[in-house]
């Protein structure tokens, strides 16, 4: 259906989420015995068949067709001298993007992910969330479903990326309000602003906090006022992935920010999701810490755009080409262990 | 020349290792800072992109070319029942190697790496080394030089595996040797020995230490009382790489106690290396502690046959797609930081 209605039938969705196919996993875990190497040397590559297994309902699980779908937004708040780059530096990113000249493309088609780049009405940055709400009702609504769209019903595996100027500061002030904390806890660098404007950007996410803070009654809400059209799409792109079994590979910071106030409201959101990668974004390990998630992968990336998801496709593919190629301990004729 | 004449050559090339060409990673970093991304955003792939560059001479590596060896050997010291596996398995697997079936054949299928499978006289057992040496000097030699027959001189990459039941054994053994700490700070579990067989282990390290820890005096000596055929082979593998400057992904435990005796003698032997992954066997960590080297992934992957390096192999490949395929700002019309 890749459409939520209104407010109440995402908050409805969120509230009904589907389980993982639990025979699928057990098939597959099954099978895991019996392949030629000690049990459990493979570590995480093995959880992972498991986690696709469920998720696909499949005790052969594929990573084949990769859906990676980019956002894109304009931020109100990067008025402020949140960021180190000029607003103007989205709209610009969008064409690279288009072009296909930013590390995403090369990433993505390293890993043959079918990439869409989604621009989020560029021109009509949200409202600044230190002074007002980002968003309109209707306006956050129609970025979820635009993020929603982009799931495709065959997609085997899912990633979203995002790229706007400034966009750390909403994402910022997401996770204090969902997870608690001050303003200064979950703002880090960003791109890589200086000291100035990682002051203006804490007193910008304190702000927000203040005067959003007593109205961010649920997760739609909370979206509305204090994030964008880029995080927003994310948040119902996941969301809509599970609703249809897609997992998902998380990429950093902001990706995960999007849906921290779906995880404040229900943990299990996160089921059908890996996390790609911890990021160098300070709060991102305070976030995956939030959500239970182990990262597959530190490499001090921030760049955002779904870069570190991008490579952690190559990673379920290990994990899956090992659990459907290799031999069973039977048919290599290979003696277990003692 | 991929040969070692004798075992005076051997440490003579260990001595003489040539350095990575600085111009190329000069020339590397500069295209890195035009790149159309936050500078520094994408973290450890920058990195590997910049030691690629160096190692190949070229301010646009790549990684197309991926060589692979992956050694068996048995050992003496395997009949004091130090692993959970019969040691009719290490030929067991090689038949599975050879037929495709292990995790290693759908791995390197995955990154596209050429696998040679190189079994070292499987039918002639090292010696026991807890109570002599595990090899002859010539055979210690020809087991470096079987190694070093893997390097093909057009390889952009390298990575070696194993396969021994017993080998961590040895293993802890060289590490001990090399770097100091009692037998039991470097026995971990292996394949998954239980207590009694890890006891067992313990010993017999022990005595290899104090039966031929005198005797130690240098890195040929050391990987022939204390080593193994493919022990030995990485070793030999790994320096001859270093003499093509050609770059090597290190794989988990027994791949970086191969080179132990030889970083202990030179720890500039590291330089051409990448630790693809740190393992769950115990000592992997103050091994790479000791090597100066922060792993790439931490799967909690444990299986040997150079599984992990192989996975690794796209982490450097998505290092380089990025590096080599992204647009500049001025390419694409982004303004920079301001």
Chains 1, 2 share one sequence.
Do not use: Y
Request: with cysteine.
């Amino acid at each position: 259906m890749n459409r939520f209605a209104d407010p109440a039938g995402f908050e409805a969705a969120l509230r009904a989420l589907p389980a993982p196919d639990a025979a699928a996993i057990a098939q597959a875990r099954a099978r895991q015995a019996e392949l030629t190497k000690p049990a459990g040397s493979l570590g995480r590559l093995e959880e992972i068949a498991l986690f696709m297994a469920g998720w696909q309902g499949t005790a052969l699980p594929r990573a084949d067709r990769v859906v990676a779908a980019l956002f894109a937004g304009n931020h109100g708040v990067a008025a402020r001298g949140v960021s180190a780059f000029p607003a103007e530096v989205t709209a610009q990113m969008v064409a690279n993007f288009q072009a296909g000249g930013a590390a995403i493309n090369a990433l993505a088609a390293l890993c043959g992910a079918q990439l869409s780049v989604v621009p989020l009405q560029l021109d009509r940055p949200t409202g600044d969330i230190a002074a007002r709400p980002a968003m309109t009702a209707d306006e956050c609504l129609a970025a979820l479903n635009a993020g929603a769209a982009e799931v495709a019903a065959d997609a085997q595996l899912l990633f979203v990326g995002e790229m706007g100027i400034g966009n750390t500061t909403p994402a910022a002030a997401l996770c204090a309000q969902a997870f608690g904390g001050d303003a200064a806890l979950w703002c880090g660098r960003g791109s890589g602003v200086d000291e100035a404007g990682a002051a203006r950007k804490i007193a910008a996410v304190g702000a927000a906090l203040a005067l959003h803070g007593p109205h961010c009654t649920g997760p739609f809400e909370t979206l509305r006022r204090l994030g964008g059209r880029e995080i927003a799409a994310m948040a119902g792109a996941i969301l809509a992935a599970r609703l249809q079994r897609v997992p998902v590979l998380l990429d950093g910071f902001i990706c995960c920010a999007a849906i921290a106030p779906l995880v404040a409201a229900n943990p299990a959101l996160v089921d059908h999701c890996l996390a790609a990668h911890r990021s160098a974004e300070a709060g991102h390990r305070r976030l995956l810490a939030r959500f239970r998630l182990e990262p597959l992968m530190q490499l001090d990336m921030r760049l955002g755009e779904g870069s570190g998801a991008a490579v952690a496709v190559h990673l379920v593919r290990a994990a899956l080409a090992a659990h459907n190629g290799m031999a069973t301990f039977a048919q290599a004729s290979v003696a277990g262990a003692r």
